[in-house]
């Protein structure tokens, strides 16, 4: 199974946006941006960092483990301010690290519905 990324929330202006990813390095991958080991279910406030160790936004940083998550896989939700350019600067982070993809369409709650 792929881990895949996307923007959860409505797209557009918002206080707070919310990037949702779901898959075995769900985890592994939001740690990565926010320098540290995550919980398998918990949350945290962290400053996230792109590849280069440029802050994009400071987040909150939910992790939910299997079945207890939207998709019954491992998720991880990256709450974070609604600037336009927070968002696209968390998305080009996430495409950028191997075995991640942005995903499809429905893709999230069609994951939920295979995983009961």
């Known amino acids: 199974m792929d881990t895949i990324f996307a923007l959860a929330s409505a797209p557009g202006k918002a206080g707070v946006?919310?990037?949702?990813?779901?898959?075995?390095?769900?985890?592994v991958a939001a740690g990565r941006l926010a320098g540290c080991t995550?919980?398998?279910?918990?949350?945290?406030?962290?400053?996230l960092r792109d590849g280069d160790g440029h802050r994009i936004d400071q987040a909150l940083v939910l992790t939910f483990a299997p079945p207890a998550s939207f998709t019954g896989a491992d998720v991880a939700e990256l709450h974070v301010h609604g600037s336009s350019a927070v968002i696209a600067?968390?998305?080009?982070?996430?495409?950028?690290?191997?075995?991640?993809?942005?995903?499809?369409?429905?893709?999230?709650?069609?994951?939920?519905?295979?995983?009961?």
């Open 17 to 27: 946006a919310v990037v949702r990813l779901s898959g075995p390095e769900a985890r």
């Open 38 to 47: 995550l919980p398998a279910a918990g949350r945290t406030l962290r400053v």
């Open 89 to 116: 600067a968390l998305l080009r982070s996430l495409s950028g690290i191997d075995g991640l993809r942005q995903a499809e369409p429905g893709e999230f709650t069609r994951r939920a519905l295979e995983n009961g």
